[in-house]
DNA sequence: GGAACTTACGCGTGTCGTAAGAATT
DNA sequence: AATTCTTACGACACGCGTAAGTTCC
């Protein structure tokens, strides 16, 4: 029983549909399927029930509901204190604009990540939209916006137009390597959600 | 982050020493320390200091063990719960005796179980101790007792001959198919923790 | 030498995504 | 036909253990 499986039985219970759910996830449909189901398994009972409408809570499921939600909470505010005190971050992070560095408010954001974060190193390099992809499998940068969506796989892309925009989630960066720039990478999603915007926050 | 990685760093951070707290979780030495450092990783700090006689907590890991412990313990109310409300089980278990069943409490935990799980069908058969590891590879058991240390990999050994038995961390079966299984271990474990006897308790 | 942790490396399990299947409206 | 969830399957990443490497007592 891991962390992520409870989140995933949170997020299928407020959507109270698969599908939606695992976009938010960032998930195909099977895997987020997959989740569940093993987690009814160690449970012992199912969680939903399967309506041919989406899925709705089962009596367990109720039960347990609120127990997962402190759970969850719990871990979360574990990474919040975590990311508290790592304001000792420092490094390189490189970012690509496909715009105007206004429109994209790139002051604002730079600002803020220097008065939080003075030791890390923000750069902007220009990238159109049909090379972020490729700049970001190079490693040049190591996160892009786009307008639309790119396609790729292995990139996770953010919306951020969306007012929705559901910046709690962004945990594509799994491998060790990267653990210290996913931290940085957590805290320029927290600033660059915004509602009125069409483009797309890449990362790879 | 991972629940297991709290857990994880939870045990190192009690028991100062990365040895010992791999002994207790059941775990190499070198994937405790990979663990720890992908945490530390996420997290952006060292959370512990490397002695020449162990790990201890640094300013960082005191800050988080707090929220660390909160975090686990709802998660394993999360469990507790569920498991609370798994009464339905049903299913055939069955168990490798290498000693007689009175002195194995045997009656105990059948009545203890029957009480509980009215539709669990628990088997008990005989299996000597130096046979008791084959017939868990081969099926045919699902756990079973034996004297001493088995050796086999690939099989999760409990002493319950220790006060200190860990049962809380009893969660070596992991594949899908195994769950209800699991379930029923789980409360096999709790019923068989005691003090005064030398044998051990295995699980494939 | 012994006890501690880290690093290197091959292996296996589990999770992922794609795609096809089943059920319902 | 469209939407929903499930199942099958190949692929890949991650965490595991073994064993060698380092450091300190």
């Given at each position: 029983m891991e962390f992520y499986q409870l989140q995933s039985f949170l997020t299928v219970a407020r959507e109270g549909n698969l599908t939606k759910a695992a976009g938010l996830l960032h998930l195909s449909?099977?895997?987020?399927?997959?989740?569940?189901?093993?987690?009814?398994?160690?449970?012992?009972?199912?969680?939903?029930?399967?309506?041919?409408?989406?899925?709705?809570?089962?009596?367990?499921g109720r039960k347990?509901?609120?127990?997962?939600?402190?759970?969850?909470?719990?871990?979360?505010?574990?990474?919040?204190?975590?990311?508290?005190?790592?304001?000792?971050?420092?490094?390189?992070?490189s970012v690509g604009l496909n715009t105007d560095p206004s429109f994209l408010r790139i002051a604002d954001l730079d600002s803020r990540m220097g008065a939080k974060f003075p030791l890390v190193d923000l750069e902007f390099l220009p990238s159109q939209t049909l090379a972020t992809t490729s700049l970001l499998n190079g490693e040049v940068l190591d996160v892009g916006f786009r307008f639309g969506k790119s396609g790729d796989n292995g990139i996770c892309e953010e919306?951020?137009?969306?007012?929705?925009?559901?910046?709690?989630?962004?945990?594509?960066?799994?491998?060790?390597?990267?653990?210290?720039?996913?931290?940085?990478?957590?805290?320029?999603?927290?600033?660059?959600?915004?509602?009125?915007?069409e483009f797309i926050f890449l990362l790879k």
């Open positions: 449909q099977s895997a987020l399927s997959n989740q569940i189901k093993s987690l009814e398994g160690e449970v012992g009972t199912d969680l939903f029930q399967r309506m041919p409408r989406g899925m709705e809570l089962s009596f367990a347990l509901l609120s127990h997962a939600e402190t759970a969850v909470r719990a871990m979360e505010d574990f990474g919040t204190a975590a990311r508290g005190l790592g304001d000792n971050l420092s490094g390189r992070l919306w951020i137009a969306d007012s929705r925009f559901p910046f709690m989630h962004c945990y594509p960066v799994t491998n060790r390597e990267r653990c210290f720039k996913n931290q940085l990478l957590h805290i320029i999603f927290s600033f660059c959600c915004r509602k009125s915007v």
